[in-house]
């Protein structure tokens, strides 16, 4: 009877691992990707976007502070379950399909990166500009984890920890100019803007650390295989995040290592507070993914529960992210673009400028309040949408292979 009940208990978890779908990494995803619409729609609508960045302490305001802030949390956690669900996929695949699936996967990510999401952010199908963020870092990650799966399972965890933990010491290396060198030394590891031509490209996101994110989140998904104990699970990865962010308050406490951007005290507590949790994203610093995976690991032990009517809808997002991440793109331009068509600024391109070069639009943006309300409705706009993506990609994936590179 023991034995049954217990068998009762792990299938009746938030897990649902024989559907194909584990739900407390989808609400987890669902949260990330409902938090990342509010930095792109802030890119896209608050005034003081086009004239500094949000964690410049000498200017900005605390709420705008924490609005960009809380967004850390987006690109981390995306890559970390990334590579859980990679490893996932494998149970279902022999190493070789699971290896030509990540490869097949991550150029077509990197395509998406470049001639999709491209045209989305400009709407200019000239293509004056590539912008390497996200999309294209999980896309190269996965072409990496193509390979490294072949490796021993220790080995692979060594190869991500060294990549987290020792990235940092490259920090001070710099190649100057425009060459041969330079361009995959910015995609390795220092991020840089270069100009060819006519044509800008963005490396905002060197992937050598988020090769090391990638890779932690595939060894970690050994802990929701079916025969895994959910209570051994939860309790490891409970002291994981709680690890992550001891180590982290020990290490940027005292300025020792993990940040190029060292903590000082500011003009009040509060400031200083937030000079303390100011890590640096690009490339993503030890402390900066300490900070973000750390919680995030404790969130995905506590929110692993069964389902309700509110975890439920945010779970649709989870579900989708591919789906949702270009949809939202596309949403929040055009609405930017309709927003500055009375100001007079119609040149697509200009608007791109003055999101990512924070070129000033004289005239167009508006106050955090509303950039909260428009984020609101753009979330809302974008739910049902997903929700009968889900549904058509869960009723039909056995048809069509496609639906698994979205």
Request: hydrophobic letters at 50%.
């Amino acid at each position: 009877m023991s034995i049954i009940a217990n068998y009762t208990t792990m299938n009746s978890t938030a897990l649902k691992i024989k559907t194909g779908r584990i739900e407390s990494i989808d609400l987890l995803r669902g949260i990330v990707m409902i938090i990342m619409a509010l930095d792109h729609v802030r890119d896209y609508f608050h005034y003081d976007a086009f004239i500094y960045s949000p964690t410049d302490l000498s200017q900005a305001s605390v709420p705008l502070f924490f609005t960009r802030w809380i967004t850390h949390y987006c690109a981390p956690v995306f890559v970390f379950l990334a590579g859980i669900s990679a490893y996932l996929s494998g149970n279902k695949k022999s190493r070789k399909e699971l290896s030509i699936f990540l490869l097949t996967r991550g150029i077509w990510l990197v395509f998406v990166e470049l001639f999709i999401i491209s045209l989305f952010r400009s709407f200019n199908p000239a293509y004056p500009y590539f912008n390497f963020q996200v999309i294209w870092a999980i896309g190269i990650c996965m072409i990496v984890m193509s390979a490294l799966i072949y490796m021993n399972r220790n080995l692979i965890l060594l190869t991500g920890i060294l990549l987290i933990t020792t990235h940092n010491l490259l920090d001070n290396i710099h190649v100057p100019g425009s060459n041969f060198p330079a361009v995959p030394w910015a995609m390795l590891h220092d991020p840089k803007h270069f100009t060819f031509g006519s044509l800008d490209i963005y490396i905002r996101y060197p992937v050598l650390p988020w090769i090391g994110v990638m890779i932690l989140g595939y060894y970690l998904g050994g802990l929701y295989t079916a025969d895994f104990n959910s209570g051994k699970r939860k309790k490891t990865l409970l002291l994981l995040g709680i690890g992550a962010i001891v180590l982290f308050m020990i290490l940027r406490s005292g300025n020792l290592y993990g940040d190029a951007a060292k903590w000082s005290e500011q003009r009040n507590i509060v400031y200083s507070f937030l000079s303390f949790l100011n890590v640096t994203k690009y490339p993503p610093s030890l402390l900066y993914i300490l900070i973000t995976l750390g919680p995030a690991l404790v969130l995905l032990a506590l929110i692993e529960k069964p389902i309700n009517r509110w975890t439920g809808k945010i779970v649709v997002f989870g579900k989708v992210p591919m789906f949702y991440y270009l949809a939202h793109i596309l949403l929040i331009h055009i609405l930017a673009v309709i927003a500055a068509l009375p100001t007079g600024h119609l040149d697509m391109v200009i608007l791109y400028k003055a999101v990512n070069d924070t070129v000033e639009l004289k005239g167009y943006g508006f106050n955090l309040v509303t950039v909260y309300i428009i984020w609101i409705g753009v979330i809302m706009m974008l739910y049902p949408f997903c929700k009968w993506f889900a549904r058509y990609k869960k009723t039909h994936s056995s048809e069509y292979w496609w639906l698994s590179y979205l």
